[in-house]
């Protein structure tokens, strides 16, 4: 790493020695950006990389509301206005206790690249709180939420910051959020969320996109190398959110055999193949455990979480594909992966691999798919929904899904050509980080010390 980036990333340290999360997404960054960085000295006397790592605005604020025992319970509130270098501020809410400022600024700063990636005009942010939906009633989340909107509208606005759902925050939690917003900005501004229902400006395939586009990208990285393809693969997903299971509807009707899911508490195991459709019972309308699935499927196998090496990785598999949390694939659970014969990862969830695991999956040549830019279906959906809303005009599920799938394909050829570009083989981590840098650094230059 040059002397540039090394300094960078040392008053990153400083500056924010309590948050790891963002450390290391800054970290991973930056440690791809070096050929880059050589070829413009100019950065350092512009302090680029400077204020392309500290966020342009982080708001914090208190969220009161009252239980439904009459009690009033206070949480902590978060947005990280990140980047509006190429378009507002965009990125999702998360509802979860392991929320914190770290974790906001970590995926923050990732969905700049990942927004950039896109190709569309929208900037980076990310936002949300630690409260947990899990176990709450709908009552409970409806005056959460309110009270949380009650303050984010100060902030934001379809030309400002567009915000959207992440764990915890799905479509109801986005219906509560817009009508709060209505209420009380008494307009209808359909582009301020997306995520919404279909029946007050939400758009087909918005539900599916991120696990429809991972799988999008997969295919053609798997394509490039070697012209493998996914039939007949088997697969294992970890998570059984809206990205697993459409990662995993996709990747059946490519003719794969996914045999594993999972939730916080285990995974299960089915070697005749997951029963999808009870997935979506148990997760999408029971709003159960997984393992549920033994109560209909009581030949499969049920392994529980008993350190932070999720069992899901022990199990022999071609492709993982890790939908669930942040640095949820450890060194530990790679060396596992690798030692059973993976052939490539697709990362579905924000960060879900260690830099050590990532390190050891290239080493050993096993295929990464970066979350930049394979989960970043989803937030090119998002745009896809905002520009219906201002067109006041919809898209039917297939154009919508036929749009998705060219983004991605643009989007792996943007990460191939930065790898071929700078030598890199076919490392996409340093391709994805490099092709969203180099657009994002043209739009700081051009736009002045801001």
């Excluded at 939420?145 to 959207?164: K, N, W, Y």
């Excluded at 990208?217 to 459409?246: C, D, H, P, Q, W």
């Excluded at 694939?329 to 060396?335: F, G, I, P």
Aim: charged letters at 25%.
């Amino acid at each position: 790493m040059n002397s540039y980036l090394e300094k960078v990333l040392s008053e990153v340290r400083v500056k924010n020695n309590n948050e790891p999360e963002f450390i290391q997404a800054v970290d991973e960054v930056l440690a791809t950006l070096e050929p880059v960085v050589n070829k413009h000295p100019e950065y350092e006397n512009i302090a680029l990389l400077e204020r392309f790592v500290e966020p342009e605005r982080l708001i914090s604020f208190r969220v009161p509301y009252v239980n439904d025992e009459g009690k009033t319970i206070v949480h902590r509130g978060y947005r990280v206005q990140f980047s509006s270098l190429i378009g507002p501020y965009k990125g999702g809410l998360r509802f979860h206790p392991s929320v914190n400022q770290s974790i906001m600024k970590f995926l923050g700063f990732e969905q700049i690249f990942k927004n950039a990636l896109t190709g569309l005009p929208i900037g980076g942010g990310k936002g949300g709180s630690d409260f947990d939906p899990k176990g709450k009633s709908d009552g409970e989340i409806m005056r959460f939420c309110q009270s949380f909107m009650t303050e984010l509208q100060r902030h934001i606005g379809q030309d400002v910051d567009v915000p959207a759902g992440d764990i915890g925050v799905g479509e109801r939690e986005i219906g509560y959020l817009f009508g709060q917003y209505k209420r009380i900005r008494d307009v209808y501004e359909g582009g301020v969320l997306t995520g919404k229902g279909l029946t007050y400006g939400g758009s087909l395939a918005r539900k599916e996109a991120t696990g429809f586009g991972l799988i999008y990208f997969m295919r053609e990285m798997l394509n490039a190398n070697g012209g493998i393809n996914l039939n007949g693969k088997t697969v294992t997903i970890s998570g059984a959110g809206n990205v697993a299971i459409y990662a995993c509807q996709k990747a059946l009707e490519y003719g794969a055999n996914v045999v594993a899911m999972s939730d916080s508490k285990g995974c299960i195991y089915d070697k005749y193949g997951i029963d999808l459709d009870l997935i979506k019972q148990i997760k999408e309308v029971e709003r159960g455990r997984i393992s549920d699935y033994l109560k209909v499927h009581s030949d499969a196998e049920y392994f529980e979480a008993e350190s932070e090496d999720s069992p899901i990785w022990n199990i022999k598999t071609d492709i993982a594909l890790p939908c669930a949390t942040q640095n949820e694939v450890t060194l530990n659970s790679a060396k596992k992966l690798v030692a059973n014969g993976v052939i490539a990862i697709g990362e579905g969830a924000n960060m879900p691999c260690t830099k050590e695991a990532t390190e050891y999956f290239l080493k050993n040549s096993v295929l990464v798919a970066p979350a930049k830019a394979a989960n970043a279906g989803g937030v090119a959906t998002s745009a896809i929904e905002m520009s219906q809303n201002s067109m006041r005009y919809y898209l039917t599920f297939d154009e919508v899904d036929s749009k998705l799938n060219n983004i991605m394909i643009n989007i792996f050829l943007s990460c191939k050509k930065a790898c071929e570009e700078y030598n890199l083989g076919n490392n996409y981590v340093a391709g994805a980080n490099i092709a969203a840098f180099r657009k994002l650094a043209k739009a700081m230059k051009a736009q002045g010390i801001v």
